[in-house]
């Protein structure tokens, strides 16, 4: 795959992809990044890439002269059809199914902006998309290039390694993660969960399914509303929940959850449960 940035901090874009599982991958060859800077297209002895906005108002916008032809010197290196994808605080929200669709391309082009934007004519003639990484305000679009950058590289065959099964993944998807634990078993007078040190993988499996439906349930009850729950999900939430209400009767604040989260944690979910199994 071969992703181009256009980017007036080229050494941000190609000092980050340098680490971990990303970096690792483009040391593989399986994804290769390039930059361009608009900065170099500026043929103005001062290399000017911003100027002041028609109508008034504060700060910067990127001009179109020097940002256009950045766009298509660097499209012109990547396969034909490559998208064409502004970084944008108006985009559409990137999701991991979008980084999914990117993932299989033979390659795209990211476009950051910075100041207080680019100029509309350069949207119209060099854009064929806008996405945002979510709802707050950052001063450029590098950073999340450089986050669907990484989510889409860690998804091409081979980044991995074996460090999740795609197997596991599956059987967890749309739930999140259960607490995980390493050595000393005991740290801080907290013990690790008794069932993960009784070698019983059946009921490990079973304990850590319960915990990320448990989980996805007090932290993210608006994945359940929108996507429902697995038939195995739908059972094990009404057990985890019945366990809980009998619990808090009975022994509350004994849960190891709630032990380190308190109130942050306190059962919030949708009202009306009601859950079918998908
Ligand atoms: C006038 C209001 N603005 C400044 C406070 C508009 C504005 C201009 C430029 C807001 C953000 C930016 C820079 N952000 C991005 O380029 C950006 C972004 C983001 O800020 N949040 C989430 N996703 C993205 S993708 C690109």
Redesign the pocket.
């Known amino acids: 795959m071969r992703i181009e940035v256009v980017t007036l901090f080229p050494e941000m874009l190609r000092g980050a992809v340098r680490f971990g599982i990303v970096g690792r991958a483009l040391e593989r060859g399986l994804a290769l990044v390039g930059t361009e800077d608009p900065r170099a297209h500026a043929v103005d002895p001062r290399r000017t890439v911003d100027d002041r906005p028609y109508g008034g108002g ?2 910067m916008v990127l001009k179109p002269e020097p940002l256009l032809a950045a766009i298509r010197a660097a499209h012109a290196r990547l396969p034909n059809g490559s998208p064409r994808i502004l ?3 108006q ?1 559409e929200r ?1 999701t991991q199914r979008g980084a999914a669709e990117l993932a299989a391309l033979p390659g795209f082009l990211l476009v ?6 680019v100029d509309e004519r350069v949207i119209e003639l060099g854009v064929d998309r806008e ?11 590098e950073v ?1 290039a450089l986050a669907v950058i990484d989510a889409v590289v860690r998804l091409l065959p081979g980044a991995l390694g074996d460090e999740r099964s795609s197997l596991e993944e599956s059987f967890t998807q749309g739930l999140l993660e259960w607490p995980q634990y390493t050595r000393p078993e005991v740290f801080e007078g907290r013990r690790v969960p008794e069932v993960l040190t009784s070698g019983n993988h059946a009921e490990i499996e079973r304990w850590r399914y319960a915990r990320a439906v448990e989980r996805t349930w007090l932290r993210r009850p608006d994945w359940i509303v929108e996507h429902g729950l697995a038939p195995r999900a739908s059972r094990v939430l009404n057990e985890v929940l019945a366990a809980r209400g009998a619990g808090e009767l009975r022994r509350k604040g004994e849960s190891h959850e709630q032990d380190r989260a308190g109130a942050r944690e306190e059962p919030d979910g949708p009202e009306g449960a009601g859950f079918q199994a998908r």
């Open positions: 504060p700060g970084l944008s605080a985009g990137f950051t902006g910075r100041y207080e934007g996405i945002s990484i979510g709802d707050y305000v950052l001063s450029g679009g999340p």
